[in-house]
């Protein structure tokens, strides 16, 4: 089964980190996951400017090395930069010291004050200790989630999983990687017209 709405029990058993924002202004906080990566992230990169919307990537430290130049074109357009580890690590899976590593490595490339567990998941011990020596950090999870990554899913549901659950306040996470490409390219464009239309606006953190 694939949420596309981010379930109540969720954010009731972790509610220090940010599944939404404010519920009373008309904004969407449009994030995009695991890149930069070529193709993919180029073409988001111009899908935006198209809309001229700005929006928040969520960066893995490894690609940023292997892919500079397109993470200045990131920047150059004046979109927000969030944290996703260096090698895109499995918090449940990974020791607290060596977690707080991948994040450290990442944070020296993407020098970000947000961050997004990948897979979302993370331990109460490691958010303790991010909170501890980061007290600033933001940790963004979502509460609107394309699934666009999913290869059994059709471009047109994967668009329709952010234009049914999208409300004020919504964080929707899309994906700049090969696995999400052909959804991506079919739901963006088509998502982006719809909200426009409907009087939304974007922020990023």
Known sequence: MFFAKSPALFKWLYPTLTWHESREEKYIYL??????????????????????????????????????????EICKDGHALGNHTFHHVNGWKTDD????????????????????????????????????????????????LSHDYHPGLSPKTCLNNVLNHAENGSIVVFHDSLKAQKRLEYAL?????????KGYQFKTW
Not at 61 to 67: A, E, L, S, Y
Not at 189 to 197: C, G, H, Q, T, V
Request: hydrophobic share 35%; charged share 30%.
């Open 31 to 72: 994030s995009f996951d695991d890149g930069p990566i070529p193709i993919v992230t180029p073409f988001v990169l111009k899908t935006l400017k198209k809309f001229n919307v700005k929006a928040t990537f969520f960066c893995i430290g490894d690609n940023v090395r292997k892919h500079p130049e397109i993470f200045e």
């Open 97 to 144: 010291e060596t977690y707080l590593d991948e994040f450290e490595k990442c944070q020296t490339l993407v020098h970000s004050t947000v961050f997004r567990p990948p897979y979302g998941r993370i331990k109460r011990s490691q958010i303790s200790k991010l909170k501890k020596q980061y007290p600033d950090l933001k940790i963004v999870m979502w509460d609107v």
């Open 189 to 197: 464009p088509r998502a982006l017209d719809y909200w426009i239309k």
